[in-house]
Nanobody
Framework: QVQLAESGGGLVQPGGSLRLSCAAS????????MGWHRQAPGEQRELVAA???????NYADSVKGRFTISKDNVKNTVYLQMNGLKPEDTAVYYC???????????????????WGQGTQVTVSS
């Protein structure tokens, strides 16, 4: 099982920047993918960005060109650099990690998704 520790949320003015971090720890064989989702009040949770172990990235159309996801494989940490923030980016941001418990799960591509506790991002003047 993977434990995820998020940090970096807060209050920022429109046009500002924030950097979120998420460190994975616990008992697992490998992490296939890590990412960030967000959930605004009254809305469904949506994918913001994801990055695979090989470095392939995927972004929601609404954040392309503004947000950048990156990772440190040694530290098992994923980052989300958010620039040009807009009020509509206000949400609770959740980190996720898709991990394999052992090498057999890895070979079978049987991954378990774990979630962080969430960090609030508020964009307001």
């Amino acid at each position: 099982q993977v434990q995820l520790a998020e940090s970096g949320g807060g209050l920022v003015q429109p046009g500002g920047s924030l950097r979120l971090s998420c460190a994975a720890s616990g008992n697992f064989f490998s992490i296939n993918e890590m990412g960030w989702h967000r959930q605004a009040p009254g809305e469904q949770r949506e994918l913001v960005a994801a990055i695979t172990s090989g470095g392939t990235t995927n972004y929601a159309d609404s954040v392309k060109g503004r947000f950048t996801i990156s990772k440190d494989n040694v530290k098992n940490t994923v980052y989300l650099q958010m620039n040009g923030l807009k009020p509509e980016d206000t949400a609770v941001y959740y980190c996720n990690a898709d991990s394999a418990a052992n090498k057999f799960a890895q070979l079978r591509r049987q991954f378990l998704r774990s979630w962080g506790q969430g960090t609030q991002v508020t964009v307001s003047s």
